[in-house]
Nanobody, 124 residues
Framework: QLQLVESGGGLVQPGGSLRLSCAAS????????MGWFRQAPGKEREGVSC????????NYADSVKGRFTISRDNAKNTVYLQMNSLKPEDTAIYYC?????????????????WGRGTLVTVFS
């Protein structure tokens, strides 16, 4: 079965950290740019970060720059999102997605695969 599976979400206090993982099964991520997106209650899905297939290029939403870091390990067929200095406004369901070639932060672009998401809740 071809799928992406996110993990690593949970409850954390403001200022805390989480590391999300996105593992692919049934296909290799080597040729895909990967993105992390999130959707908060009552809001539209938004792009958080993306990384090129080689890992050489990354992009971040302004709201997470300096706090989040995207990385990938193609040997493990997994992409990561390290989230530090978390804020209540980071609370959302986080999704990973794969698309060929170009890294994009706009979720309206066609993606070949989407994961089902993992919930991150930042509470005080």
């Amino acid at each position: 079965q071809l799928q992406l599976v996110e993990s690593g979400g949970g409850l954390v206090q403001p200022g805390g950290s989480l590391r999300l993982s996105c593992a692919a099964s049934g296909f290799t991520l080597n040729y895909y740019a990967m993105g992390w997106f999130r959707q908060a209650p009552g809001k539209e899905r938004e792009g958080v970060s993306c990384i090129s297939s080689s890992g050489g290029r990354t992009n971040y939403a302004d709201s997470v720059k300096g706090r989040f870091t995207i990385s990938r390990d193609n040997a493990k067929n997994t992409v990561y999102l390290q989230m530090n200095s978390l804020k209540p406004e980071d609370t959302a369901i986080y999704y990973c997605a794969a698309r060929p070639r170009v890294c994009v932060l706009d979720p309206r672009y066609d993606m070949d695969y989407w994961g089902r998401g993992t919930l991150v809740t930042v509470f005080s």
